[in-house]
């Protein structure tokens, strides 16, 4: 059974950092590609970032390219997102998901249907 737990989440002002951690448990973490998707109260489920199984590939969607950083670490079978220059339309629950094919293609790393398992999501709350 996979296991995907979210960490990280909290309060921030605008222009404060978060820094998200996903930890996964009883799968091979190492060969998953991992996203990040977010969704915000009224709003629909939304691809925020990718990274490939070693890390050597990510994408962003447009809006937090520059501020969002995506990372691995699969001696700790941990993906991070740093969030920095955060602004109040970044409040969302944020969930990391697994995929557990190997070939990067962002027409399907974008897709919450191309992944296999979720964690059960984290809050983050940026105030003005």
């Known amino acids: 059974q996979v296991q995907l737990v979210e960490s990280g989440g909290g309060l921030a002002q605008a222009g404060d950092s978060l820094r998200l951690a996903c930890a996964v448990s009883g799968g091979t973490f190492s060969t998953y590609t991992m996203g990040w998707f977010r969704q915000a109260p009224g709003k629909e489920r939304e691809f925020v970032a990718a990274?490939?199984?070693?890390?050597?590939?990510?994408h962003y969607t447009e809006v937090v390219k520059g501020r969002f950083t995506i990372s691995r670490d699969n001696t700790k079978a941990t993906v991070y997102l740093q969030m920095n220059s955060l602004k109040p339309e970044d409040t969302a629950v944020y969930y990391c998901a697994a995929n557990q094919q190997t070939t990067w293609y962002i027409g399907r790393v974008t897709r919450g249907s191309s992944y296999d398992f979720w964690g059960q999501g984290t809050q983050a709350t940026v105030s003005s």
């Open positions: 990274i490939n199984w070693y890390g050597g590939a990510t």
